[in-house]
């Protein structure tokens, strides 16, 4: 077989393979964005990088790791977003550890009643008392910190942590605070049945 022949099967393999593989998707809120996040993280087709957090050790190896949240594009009524976790290794790799679909509520324009919906929306929405009910989210290191309101002046914070024997963030403690009263703790406990994060739901509380 000659050269020539050689460098057509290598081409034309080579197209095969590429033409076979999705394009990475990295459309971002905005191009500085787009920069902070490792080249190897791709998104599906028809979704967005809408914000990312400082890089920080999640799993305890002394490597950072990335957390982002990304959602479709444009963003609708009824979506979700999503918040995505990545390991780093020592080689710059980067491996998907989790993606939260339940930390942040249905996305809604406005959770104001007067803003109009379909049916199947308005009854989702209805639940939520007219208010998007999170309050405050903070990742830091191992450490999940998810604040949301149930009631009136009552907000709740459930505290997190990543545990490598689950591969997952438990909960380690709830307050209940008052808020009009410069954070009165109305109640704080530790739970003595084991919750992942992914048994969170707005809804139980609301």
């Known amino acids: 077989m000659n050269v020539n022949k050689i460098i ?56 950072k790791d990335k957390i982002i949240e990304w ?38 324009h406005s959770y104001n009643y007067e803003y109009k919906l379909n049916k199947k929306l308005s009854n989702i929405r209805a639940r939520y008392h007219g208010n998007n009910p999170l309050e405050n989210l903070k990742f830091q290191n191992d450490l999940i910190e998810l604040q949301f309101k149930t009631e009136e002046n009552i907000n709740i914070i ?17 307050k209940e605070i008052d808020v009009t009263t410069e954070f009165k703790i109305l109640r704080d406990e530790i739970p003595q049945e084991l919750q992942t994060i992914d048994n969170f739901n707005y809804l139980d509380y609301l």
């Open 8 to 63: 057509i099967i290598l081409l034309t393999f080579s197209l095969t393979y590429s033409y076979g593989q999705p394009p990475c998707n990295r459309d971002s809120k905005t191009p500085q964005l787009a920069k902070r996040i490792p080249a190897s993280i791709c998104l599906p087709t028809g979704y967005n990088f809408i914000f990312d957090y400082p890089f920080m050790d999640i799993n305890g190896d002394s490597i």
């Open 158 to 174: 459930n505290y997190y942590k990543y545990k490598k024997e689950v591969n997952n963030w438990i909960l380690i403690r709830q």
């Open 71 to 108: 959602a479709r594009n444009p963003l609708n009524d009824g979506d979700t977003i999503f918040i995505s976790v990545y390991i780093g290794d020592k080689e710059s790799n980067w491996k998907l550890l989790k993606t939260f679909k339940n930390i942040y509520p249905v996305f809604f």
